[in-house]
């Protein structure tokens, strides 16, 4: 088999939402999907809380996040890299 074995983690992009927790930011995660029984595409949020060891990441940065191990109660994702820096307003 030549094939690229698929990744078994999960990755997700969204934006930061909060970095005021230590090592944590929260990431809001969008997604758009079609409703089931009526057709329309409508526009699902979660939030999920990922670790950021250096505190590196602000509010409003664009980040993908990687599925890990639990590292708290709530939280058991890593930020793996940033996309896109946020806009100074």
Request: proline share 1%.
């Amino acid at each position: 088999m030549t094939e690229a074995k698929k990744s078994l983690t999960r990755t997700l992009v969204g934006k930061v939402v909060s970095d005021k927790r230590a090592k944590t930011v929260t990431v809001l995660v969008e997604r758009r999907v079609k409703h089931e029984l009526y057709g329309k595409i409508v526009s699902l949020s979660s939030k999920y809380h990922a670790h950021d060891e250096k505190g590196e990441y602000k509010m409003g940065d664009l980040i993908e996040i990687t599925e890990s191990r639990p590292i708290s109660k709530t939280k058991n994702w890593v930020v793996s890299k940033l996309l896109q820096k946020a806009e100074l307003v």
